[in-house]
């Protein structure tokens, strides 16, 4: 594609371990201005760009709206899902309608961001447009939901259909588990409004792989395979999370099985929002299970995942201000991405408690140490600076230690060696991100 040397200042939205590692591959651009940042709380963006002062309200987004025109904002990106599914990639593309030039913005809108903000809807989408998935249905009554769970024969998995941070999603072993499972979701509202209904599908088996890709509405450009680790203990034990660390790459290898996800299921999801008046700019997540069968979709996502996005950024060469600009501007035709040839690894640590209750205001230590080992980059996912600056943990996801090597094994060595050196009280994490990657 043809370089412009154009300056251009973005608004990252989001405060994330993702958004951390979206505006450190932002600096590496010859094309960046201002970075501004909605949640400049995170003292790894903090460093990175400067605070947007102005309050961020996805369902009032007018003074949004102003900033980015007296700023004049190029480019929006937005990382999670929550300001996609409120609509506000819509709200600031429309601009306020003042004749000063409205932002592009890098993110789907309100319908197309429904993929993943309501899997009841997508999965009438997915049964429309005959793409490969789990038999499921979709019940608003828990007594209904329970009655169908008791009637199978076959385990099943139940589905908070909302937005549920990556955790709506409960793998029971029994039916017994799966109706306490309803019960959690729909009478308990473990999830919030989430909950108000459910998916319940058939338990799929087979090897699990995160696919992304770029989509400008019209062309789709397959991003660099993951797989992402989503149980919160070794050997895929104990409950989902949002997850617990990812490498790439990985899942899949096979170029024909990349051909298969792209052809039946990427394809048929655009061409069926196409035909629906959906227009999709930004990035699709598939969330793939390796079936005996086939590939089959599990879920979409309508960002970056969150670690996928860490491995992905510190792998990928291509200047990212462009690839953000081709992509929310119907240009993906003429992008070129190149990735290093190289294995990223990352490991989440976690606050004691997580997913549930986890514990926050721990002082963390170690950081710097870290950041010393060859190949490793700390991203903050769950941190804030406390009265006294320390930096403490401020969620349930702490940090994102992701580490590049030569081969899969040198990246682990040393994305685990930079674990070792950071120290708050209840750190969790999991021993075995990447040990399996399937060669």
């Not at 987004?61 to 999670?80: A, H, N, S, T």
């Not at 400008?216 to 104990?238: F, P, V």
Request: include cysteine; glycine fraction near 12%.
């Amino acid at each position: 594609m043809t370089k412009s040397t154009e300056r251009v200042n973005v608004l990252l939205v989001g405060g994330g371990g993702r958004e951390h590692a979206i505006a450190w591959k932002l600096r590496q651009s010859g094309r960046l201005g201002q970075l501004w940042l909605t949640h400049p709380e995170n003292p790894g963006l903090a460093e990175l760009g400067r605070a947007a002062d102005v309050p961020i309200e996805y369902d009032r987004p007018f003074r949004l709206q102003r900033f980015c025109e007296k700023e004049r904002v190029g480019l929006v990106i937005i990382g999670p899902e929550a300001p996609l599914a409120a609509g506000l990639a819509d709200a600031l593309a429309a601009g306020t309608g003042s004749g000063d030039a409205a932002p592009v913005v890098f993110g789907p809108g309100k319908q197309a961001a429904m993929l993943e903000s309501d899997k009841a809807w997508a999965k009438q989408l997915f049964r429309a447009a005959a793409i490969p998935t789990a038999e499921g249905r979709v019940f608003s009554d828990a007594d209904a939901a329970k009655e169908y769970i008791r009637s199978r024969e076959s385990p099943q998995v139940v589905k908070a259909a909302g937005l549920a941070q990556g955790k709506g999603v409960i793998v029971p072993d029994t039916a017994d588990d799966a109706v306490a499972a309803i019960d959690r979701i729909m009478v308990r509202r473990e999830f919030g409004d989430a909950g108000a209904k459910v998916v319940i599908e058939e338990r799929l088996r087979g090897r699990e792989a995160s696919v992304l890709a770029l989509v400008d509405g019209r062309t789709i450009y397959l991003l660099e395979a993951c797989q992402d680790h989503k149980r919160l203990g070794d050997g895929d034990t104990g409950p989902n999370t949002g997850g617990m660390g990812a490498f790439c790459p990985g899942g899949v290898t096979d170029d024909k099985v990349i051909e298969r996800v792209y052809r039946e299921i990427l394809v048929p999801t655009i061409d069926t929002l196409k035909r629906d008046g959906i227009d999709f700019r930004g990035v699709l997540y598939a969330g793939i299970m390796l079936t005996p069968a086939g590939p089959k979709v599990l879920e979409f996502n309508t960002r970056f995942g969150d670690p996928e996005c860490q491995v992905l950024m510190t792998r990928m060469r291509a200047d990212l201000v462009d690839v953000c600009l081709a992509t929310a501007t119907r240009k993906l035709d003429n992008v070129s991405i190149d990735w290093q040839p190289a294995a990223s690894c990352c490991v989440v640590l976690a606050s004691h408690g997580y997913p549930d209750r986890p514990r926050t205001g721990v002082p963390v230590e170690g950081l710097a140490d870290a950041a010393e080992v060859e190949g490793v980059t700390v991203f903050h996912s769950g941190t804030r600076r406390d009265e006294a600056g320390r930096i403490v943990t401020a969620g349930g996801r702490v940090l994102s230690v992701t580490a590049v090597g030569e081969s899969m094994e040198q990246a682990r060595q040393r994305a685990y060696r930079a674990c070792d050196l950071i120290r708050f009280e209840g750190k969790t994490y999991r021993k075995d991100i990447g040990a399996d990657t399937g060669r």
